[in-house]
């Protein structure tokens, strides 16, 4: 798939946007609606006499609840969530400022409420369900490989295959697209911080100081590398956030919080359901695929470190913990952009329409014009090395974990490296030859079979939570 794109990226980049454009209207109401139906499915299991239903896993170690939700968060996020934070308002904005049916005060409603429920509730659920599809199956059969056909227990060599490579592929296609948006993120930072033009070789230089960085807590393991890591980032995000309320817009952003949630509250079905606009097709849809992807990899992980939990635990905690830290960042971070929109000081919906910076330049310039702005952008560039570090040693450390025969045996050091330096290479290569797009495509493209996979898996846990009890 790589060679394909990078052979031509110009010419892929509209081919796969294409075919993206074809299949996201067609198969839009299974992703909206599947997706609802898998927070439902989740929520009535939670709740039910199965949720005290424990998860046992040998050779694992049992983690405290904070360790587990930091864990959990570092590993779902990254750094996309700060740089979508701060400009994906924009999106909807430019979108529905050009609808009739809007007014200046539903588009700009709208514009704050669209990051959260994309990062919200639903999206956790998407990555919940593997967890407990592949907690239960592992439970009860503890032999099995940590992959699709080691969980839903296929014998057939063909459709082993297939389903291996499914789960292989889109680990490292929505990997890729998270660090084809996370090194020029992180490049842009440091040119900002010190004051330097930026250019391949501080391009190449953070690449390979992140890959360091993550290859080598990948390599000494979740107790001692992505464990710390974890817990570390977390303090200091909550402690970047908390300085951005205080510094910043502090009423306005505290506010405009409040009337955000209290709209998406009113309107979170609508917007779960409704289809044939364009928001739901070319992002919402977008989205839904893109959390597909992540999912193997996000379930995979939180399976590895969830020994000792209940279903209960497992399922309440991804969803709303996750959905909670994904709020705090887009209310703050959107509603401090937004400020500087309305007052003038910055005119990003233009400046994004019209082309004029680039989206990662925006996120930088976003958080330089704050007092103290210099000293913010250390703080943030630290937060956006350790997301990323802790996002892909978790999926390095997930994919040497589905290389082993079976789910008992530890992962391979080696074999963490290897898949850390394979998830590199890629998306280096195509952030060089513009074809980030086409990743993009590509990865939508391939989260389709998803969709079916997921029921197999709701299946299974139909079938193991009931012999489990």
Same mark, same amino acid.
């Given at each position: 798939?790589?060679?394909?794109?990078?052979?031509?990226? #110009?010419?892929?980049?509209?081919?796969?946007?294409n075919?993206?454009?074809?299949?996201?209207?067609?198969?839009?109401?299974? $992703?909206?609606?599947?997706?609802?139906?898998? &927070? $439902?499915? @989740?929520?009535?299991?939670? =709740?039910?006499?199965?949720?005290?239903?424990? /998860?046992?896993?040998?050779?694992?170690?049992?983690?405290?609840?904070?360790?587990?939700?930091?864990?959990?968060?570092?590993?779902?996020?990254?750094?996309?969530?700060?740089?979508?934070?701060?400009? #994906?308002?924009? #999106?909807?904005?430019?979108? @529905?400022?050009?609808?009739?049916?809007?007014?200046?005060?539903? *588009?700009?409603?709208?514009?704050?409420?669209?990051? /959260?429920?994309?990062?919200?509730?639903?999206?956790?659920?998407?990555?919940?369900?593997?967890?407990?599809?592949?907690?239960?199956?592992?439970?009860?059969?503890?032999?099995?490989?940590?992959?699709?056909?080691?969980?839903?227990?296929?014998?057939?060599?063909?459709f082993?295959?297939?389903?291996?490579?499914?789960?292989?592929?889109? =680990?490292?296609?929505?990997?890729?697209?998270?660090?084809?948006?996370?090194f020029?993120l992180?490049?842009? *930072?440091?040119?900002?911080?010190?004051?330097?033009?930026?250019?391949?070789?501080?391009?190449?230089?953070?690449?390979?100081?992140?890959?360091?960085?993550?290859?080598?807590?990948?390599?000494?393991?979740?107790?001692?590398?992505?464990?710390?890591?974890?817990?570390?980032?977390? $303090?200091?995000?909550?402690?970047?956030?908390?300085l951005v309320?205080?510094?910043?817009?502090?009423?306005?952003? @505290?506010?405009?919080?409040?009337?955000?949630?209290?709209?998406?509250?009113?309107?979170?079905?609508?917007?779960?359901?409704?289809?044939?606009?364009? /928001?739901?097709?070319?992002?919402?849809?977008?989205?839904?695929?893109?959390?597909?992807?992540?999912?193997?990899?996000?379930?995979?992980?939180?399976?590895?470190?969830?020994?000792?939990?209940?279903?209960?635990?497992?399922?309440?905690?991804?969803?709303?913990?996750g959905?909670?830290?994904?709020?705090?960042?887009?209310?703050?971070?959107?509603?401090?952009?937004?400020?500087?929109?309305?007052?003038?000081?910055?005119?990003?919906?233009?400046?994004?329409?019209?082309?004029?910076?680039?989206?990662?330049? &925006?996120?930088?310039?976003?958080?330089?014009?704050?007092?103290?702005?210099?000293?913010?952008?250390?703080?943030?560039?630290?937060?956006?090395?350790?997301?990323?570090?802790?996002?892909?040693?978790?999926?390095?450390?997930?994919?040497?974990?589905?290389?082993?025969?079976?789910?008992?045996?530890?992962?391979?050091?080696?074999?963490?490296? &290897?898949f850390?330096?394979?998830? *590199? =290479?890629?998306?280096?290569?195509?952030?060089?030859?513009?074809? *980030?797009?086409?990743?993009?495509?590509?990865?939508?493209?391939?989260?389709?079979?998803?969709? $079916? =996979?997921?029921?197999? @898996?709701?299946?299974?846990i139909?079938?193991?939570?009931?012999?489990?009890?």
């Amino acid at each position: 798939m790589s060679i394909f794109v990078l052979a031509n990226p #110009e010419t892929t980049s509209k081919a796969l946007a294409n075919i993206y454009t074809i299949l996201s209207i067609k198969f839009e109401t299974i $992703f909206l609606y599947g997706s609802f139906l898998i &927070l $439902f499915f @989740l929520l009535i299991l939670a =709740i039910s006499r199965y949720g005290s239903v424990k /998860i046992s896993i040998k050779n694992k170690n049992n983690y405290s609840m904070i360790s587990w939700c930091s864990m959990l968060f570092a590993a779902g996020i990254g750094a996309t969530l700060l740089y979508w934070s701060t400009i #994906e308002w924009i #999106e909807y904005f430019n979108i @529905l400022s050009n609808d009739p049916l809007y007014d200046k005060d539903k *588009v700009m409603q709208y514009s704050r409420t669209y990051p /959260i429920f994309h990062w919200g509730p639903t999206a956790w659920a998407i990555y919940c369900l593997p967890v407990v599809a592949f907690g239960l199956a592992i439970t009860k059969k503890p032999n099995s490989s940590l992959t699709f056909s080691g969980i839903l227990n296929i014998k057939n060599i063909f459709f082993k295959t297939i389903f291996d490579v499914i789960f292989i592929g889109s =680990i490292i296609c929505a990997a890729g697209v998270g660090l084809g948006l996370s090194f020029p993120l992180i490049s842009s *930072v440091i040119s900002k911080i010190f004051e330097i033009n930026r250019s391949i070789t501080l391009d190449m230089t953070t690449i390979i100081l992140c890959s360091s960085i993550f290859a080598t807590s990948a390599y000494i393991g979740i107790q001692n590398g992505i464990k710390r890591l974890s817990n570390i980032n977390i $303090f200091i995000v909550l402690i970047f956030l908390f300085l951005v309320l205080i510094i910043g817009p502090t009423s306005y952003i @505290l506010d405009n919080s409040i009337k955000t949630i209290v709209f998406y509250s009113f309107e979170y079905l609508n917007l779960s359901l409704s289809s044939g606009t364009k /928001i739901s097709i070319d992002w919402t849809v977008f989205y839904w695929a893109w959390w597909f992807a992540l999912a193997p990899m996000v379930g995979t992980f939180l399976v590895n470190i969830s020994n000792g939990k209940t279903l209960r635990q497992i399922i309440l905690g991804t969803i709303f913990i996750g959905s909670a830290g994904c709020a705090l960042s887009m209310l703050i971070l959107s509603n401090l952009s937004i400020f500087q929109f309305e007052s003038g000081i910055l005119n990003a919906p233009t400046m994004i329409y019209e082309n004029v910076i680039t989206r990662d330049a &925006l996120v930088v310039t976003t958080i330089g014009n704050l007092p103290y702005g210099e000293f913010l952008l250390v703080i943030f560039a630290l937060i956006l090395i350790i997301f990323l570090c802790t996002t892909y040693d978790s999926a390095s450390y997930v994919l040497a974990s589905a290389s082993m025969k079976k789910s008992s045996i530890k992962s391979s050091k080696s074999l963490r490296l &290897l898949f850390a330096f394979i998830m *590199v =290479i890629q998306p280096t290569l195509l952030m060089y030859l513009n074809g *980030v797009d086409s990743f993009k495509w590509i990865m939508v493209i391939c989260s389709i079979p998803l969709i $079916f =996979i997921f029921a197999l @898996l709701i299946y299974s846990i139909i079938k193991n939570v009931h012999s489990i009890k």
